[in-house]
């Protein structure tokens, strides 16, 4: 992560398809936002002040664009390293005319850290971050303090921190790190139901047919 210097992804391959070479050339002009040290401007951003929500590594972008769409009076900033997958979300973008999503084509610790104001977010999703399976590979996990800190501190009074994980010693240790950080609360008291607005993914599917469990994680600020 940024602030150690260790990044919580891998930078791997993946082509785009032709399609989502288009969408990348022709829009993201239009709906991504270049990494800076300044912080963004919200409504200048969007063009209005609804609610924002900040989803970290929004994959190839489906279960994104599905819940901009069911939910237009919410606006989406959706951060994601790979642009195979930024030019599908681009794509999506097209395809519903979405007009509350917007994208940063980088480290997520370091846009949290730079472009998020304080006390301006209305939620974050994390679903199915990269587990780091391995235990000399735990430090490079997203959910963690003092990262989990930094939500906190960006999050609105009331605002979420919705994470998923289909590892259970990450949901363990994800649990503690938010039942730590200041001004959260656990929600549920332990694991969170799947909420109903909340799309399966391809991912997610996978898990469950090899058998894997899925746990979620839904705090809330608090003060």
Request: glycine content about 8%.
């Amino acid at each position: 992560m940024a602030m150690t210097g260790i990044k919580s992804f891998t930078l791997r391959g993946g082509r785009m398809s032709a399609a989502q070479e288009k969408a990348y050339k022709e829009l993201s002009p239009h709906y991504c936002i270049p990494f800076s040290a300044a912080c963004v401007d919200f409504e200048a951003v969007f063009g209005n002040k609804n609610p924002v929500v900040i989803e970290i590594g929004f994959g190839m972008g489906s279960a994104t664009a599905r819940i901009a769409a069911e939910h237009p009076e919410t606006n989406y900033l959706g951060i994601e390293v790979f642009k195979a997958g930024v030019g599908k979300m681009l794509w999506e973008i097209e395809r519903g005319a979405l007009k509350n999503i917007r994208i940063i084509e980088h480290d997520a610790a370091e846009v949290i850290a730079a472009m998020v104001p304080e006390q301006s977010a209305a939620g974050f999703h994390v679903f199915f971050p990269d587990p780091w399976p391995k235990k000399r590979h735990h430090k490079r996990r997203l959910i963690q303090r003092p990262f989990t800190d930094r939500l906190a501190a960006r999050l609105k009074t009331g605002g979420y921190i919705y994470a998923v994980t289909d590892w259970p010693d990450y949901a363990a240790a994800a649990r503690a790190a938010l039942s730590a950080t200041p001004l959260l609360a656990n929600v549920y008291g332990e694991y969170a139901p799947r909420l109903p607005w909340r799309p399966h993914t391809k991912f997610e599917k996978k898990a469950q047919a090899a058998g894997r469990a899925i746990y979620e994680l839904y705090f809330v600020r608090e003060g």
